[in-house]
């Protein structure tokens, strides 16, 4: 029998009110961080990379279109790590770090 303490956390949240507000507020602020980074990606040029894809993708994560070469060539020259297959953490990806970003994947483009 699976642990009752993440279903009894989601029960003390969701039955008060003020902790339910606090909740919706910080889960609509990660909302709009993704979109917005998603949004900054889609509009980055980065050669013949269809970056616009991204913009219609949902979720935490997204595949950029990378081959094996392009993703070991991130992670060993740039420091951007990723899984091979080019998924990234788009909610991870800080907003001051979308220029640097976009810039490496130009140099491995």
Do not use: C
């Given at each position: 029998?699976?642990?009752d303490h993440g279903a009894a956390i989601v029960r003390?949240?969701?039955s008060d009110e003020a902790l339910r507000a606090s909740w919706r507020e910080e889960l609509d602020q990660i909302r709009s961080h993704i979109k917005r980074t998603r949004r900054q990606l889609a509009a980055a040029r980065?050669?013949?990379m269809p970056m616009h894809l991204i913009a219609d993708q949902k979720g935490m994560f997204s595949t950029l279109p990378l081959n094996d070469a392009q993703v070991?060539?991130?992670r060993e020259q740039h420091g951007i790590y990723m899984t091979d297959s080019a998924r990234i953490n788009v909610a991870g990806l800080r907003e001051a770090d979308?220029?640097?970003f976009v810039e490496a994947?130009?140099?491995v483009a």
């Amino acid at each position: 029998m699976p642990p009752d303490h993440g279903a009894a956390i989601v029960r003390e949240v969701l039955s008060d009110e003020a902790l339910r507000a606090s909740w919706r507020e910080e889960l609509d602020q990660i909302r709009s961080h993704i979109k917005r980074t998603r949004r900054q990606l889609a509009a980055a040029r980065v050669n013949s990379m269809p970056m616009h894809l991204i913009a219609d993708q949902k979720g935490m994560f997204s595949t950029l279109p990378l081959n094996d070469a392009q993703v070991t060539a991130l992670r060993e020259q740039h420091g951007i790590y990723m899984t091979d297959s080019a998924r990234i953490n788009v909610a991870g990806l800080r907003e001051a770090d979308i220029p640097r970003f976009v810039e490496a994947l130009k140099a491995v483009a």
